[in-house]
């Protein structure tokens, strides 16, 4: 009995560990998407991975930059590190947060095509940590980003 309740726990383990595998490998594709289409002030694309609140803050910058005749520039280069800091449960909402560790180039450009702020020949790696929220209820497999912070 206690070889079968082991293999039933290590089963546990590695569902549980491919299940965090499979997490951040999804979170990574959306990291990724949303530095993209912020960048490029691209909020149809943006809307459908961010909650409401994330979305109306992340349209304000981007009218703001476009206000402005700012364009921003950015080369996602790859991850160096990604990492489930915080798993939760709160009701019926799971909330993951996690860290991300990332190599970019961005620049911004006026409108004369100056740059002026960032280098377009310098990677510099981000330390950013975003959440994540799902509605375990939902039809919706769609995990939304709710938070962001620069560690």
């Known amino acids: ?3 079968i309740e082991n293999n039933e726990s290590i089963k546990t383990d ?10 951040l490998k999804g979170a990574e594709v959306a990291y990724e998407q949303i ?19 994330m979305f109306n803050r992340f349209s304000e910058v981007i009218d703001e930059r476009k206000n402005k005749q700012l364009k921003s520039e950015t080369t996602f280069i790859g991850f160096k590190s990604t990492k489930i800091l915080e798993f939760k449960k709160i009701e019926n909402v799971y909330k993951v947060t996690v860290n991300f560790v990332s190599e970019m180039i961005t620049y911004v450009k006026d409108k ?9 020949d ?15 209820w939902s039809e919706d497999p769609t995990w939304y980003l709710i938070d962001t912070s620069s560690k």
């Open 122 to 136: 310098t990677i510099k790696t981000v330390n950013d940590v975003w959440r994540f929220a799902k509605n375990m």
């Open 14 to 23: 590695n569902v549980d560990e491919n299940a965090k595998k499979q997490f």
């Open 112 to 120: 004369n095509n100056q740059i002026i702020e960032g280098n377009p």
């Open 35 to 53: 530095i993209t289409y912020f960048a490029k002030g691209d909020k149809k694309s943006l809307k459908p991975l961010l909650e409401k609140e």
């Open 1 to 3: 009995m206690k070889d």
